[in-house]
């Protein structure tokens, strides 16, 4: 019989080689992340292996799996431990070695493959590992399948049986050929090509190369030390550094890649950075001039312009404001047969005809460029000053303990729930409306809105304000979601502010 996994466990002890380590709240709504060696060990990592096989089986899903790694130091190690949990409950293993995450979905589909375990701490620091999952593709696990996988994980209720394993040795190659599969751009956009030292730099240069871009590299060797800061394109170090590089270079446009390469962050040709949300907004009119009557589904963190956009408005757009998260809006865009669905943190996730669902920061990069090669005459920066003029903040993310946060978050909803029921103001005025599909989405008279959630990967709230009136709204709206934060002791410092 495996050992049950503990909770706890001191590293360098006989205990902690002898037993697995998986602590309870690693399992988040749609995924698992961990920080390595302090909350999971390898017999840990091991163990969710044998979880996920045992729930796959379970389900009644074909058991064959593709299995990727990111580029960290301890990532193949990770990788390995999983792999041999899967074959031991029976799973048929197909090892794609280095990968993006959406090189793996793309795997799920050239192997008719039917589930995904993709080895990956995306942006988090390093330090971090986890598992992005699925058995149905292109979706991947939401709340109700991690939880039953944590259960039979933390019970170790595993069902034993042979698996068996192979390597596939020109997935990358496919995965390149397959994005490519395309006419090339009209003309030879320069771009910056920015990688943060992630996993996409052993793919972003070539495909955008391959696309006929001039391609202008960042930080593109990867090197999981990460020397610079994290490839994280919601990260203003990142977006700084692609800025700089972009009026240094007088390239039209910098695409900046996060570390398993599924999301892109975006800087226009005056190196001014474009918000994920707002560059959805800009994709959106253009695919909507394309398919009118076309549905969008947007996460709560993101702009108001998706509802409010005359150009969208005109174009019969539908745009239907769901959780954050990539497992949601990947799930919601499917069951609503949606053109797209964008993400504020750069996630964005195409469906038929331009993708297959998942979410491809290549992808995404090469909607960009041909948003761009479609209006020729016109910079970024010109197609960007055409939208309605909001202030927006960047996310912003207070420290809050895994074990309290969702309590807070709650305690925030409700304290805007009664605000509004007793006629409260909040920065001045009235709550016009209130989203909770999401945590408490509150919108005042104006236009306003501020948005608190739970982070459902990191021990963190998020924070996100905007204003269609000004700066100083934005400001003040800030300040009264800050203020209602500050009653609770359990919130501490943010990683980034206003």
């Known amino acids: 019989m495996y050992p049950i996994p503990q909770p706890a466990l001191t590293p360098n002890t006989f205990a902690y080689e002898s037993r697995p380590l998986v602590k309870p709240t690693g399992f988040r709504e749609y995924d698992a992340r961990w920080l390595f060696q302090s909350e999971i060990n390898l017999m840990g990592v091991q163990a969710l292996g044998l979880g996920l096989g045992t729930y796959v089986r379970r389900s009644g899903v074909r058991p064959e799996i593709v299995v990727g790694h990111d580029f960290r130091g301890y990532s193949s190690a990770i990788k390995y431990a999983l792999i041999a949990g899967l074959m031991a409950v029976g799973l048929k293993v197909h090892d794609i070695g280095l990968a993006l995450s959406p090189m793996a979905y793309f795997a799920q589909f050239a192997l008719d493959v039917p589930c995904v375990a993709m080895v990956t701490a995306s942006h ?88 006929g871009c001039e391609v202008v590299p960042l930080d593109v060797e990867p090197d999981y030390t990460f020397p610079r800061y994290n ?7 990142m977006l700084h550094a692609i800025a700089d590089t972009v009026t240094a270079s007088g390239a039209e446009v910098g695409l900046g890649f996060d570390g398993d390469g599924d999301r892109c962050g975006v800087v226009d040709n005056r190196g001014d950075e474009i918000f994920a949300d707002k560059v959805g907004v800009m994709l959106a009119r253009d695919l909507s001039a394309i398919h009118p009557g076309a549905t969008f589904v947007v996460d709560v963190k993101s702009t108001g312009l998706y509802a409010t956009d005359p150009v969208l408005i005109a174009n019969g757009v539908t745009a239907d404001y769901w ?10 865009v499917s069951e609503l047969r949606a053109l797209a669905g964008f993400e504020k943190s750069g996630h964005f996730f195409f469906g038929p005809p331009i993708g297959r669902g998942y979410d491809d920061g290549l992808v995404s990069a090469i909607a960009v460029c ?13 197609l960007k000053d055409a939208l309605p003029k909001t202030w927006s903040s960047p996310t912003m993310s207070p420290h809050c303990a895994d074990e309290v946060k969702y309590r807070v978050a709650d305690a925030v909803v409700n304290h805007f729930a009664a605000a509004k029921a007793n006629g409260e103001l909040i920065a001045g005025q009235p709550i016009r409306d209130l989203n909770t ?4 989405r509150v919108t005042v008279a104006d236009g306003s ?50």
């Open 124 to 211: 988090n620091d390093n330090g971090w590992t986890g598992v992005k999952m699925g058995a149905n593709r292109p979706l991947t696990f939401g709340p109700d399948e991690m939880a039953a996988l944590r259960d039979i994980v933390l019970a170790a209720d595993f069902d034993l049986a042979p698996g068996s394993y192979a390597f596939v040795a020109d997935m990358a190659e496919r995965y390149i050929a397959d994005l490519l599969d395309r006419p090339k751009l009209s003309r030879r956009l320069k771009v910056v090509c920015a990688c943060g030292n992630g996993t996409a730099g052993a793919f972003a240069p070539k495909v955008l190369e391959g696309l």
């Open 323 to 332: 959780k954050t998260g990539h497992s949601y809006i990947k799930r919601r």
């Open 437 to 440: 599909v999401n945590g408490v």
């Open 231 to 237: 490839p994280n394109p919601e990260d203003m170090k």
């Open 449 to 498: 809105w501020g948005l608190v959630r739970a982070s459902s990967n990191k021990p963190e709230l998020v924070v996100v304000v905007e204003s269609p009136v000004s700066e100083r709204r934005m400001h003040e709206m800030f300040e009264a979601i800050d203020a209602v934060l500050r009653r609770h002791p359990e919130v501490g410092a943010y990683n980034q502010r206003l």
């Open 370 to 382: 041909e948003l761009l090669d479609r209006n020729p005459g016109k910079t970024l920066a010109e």
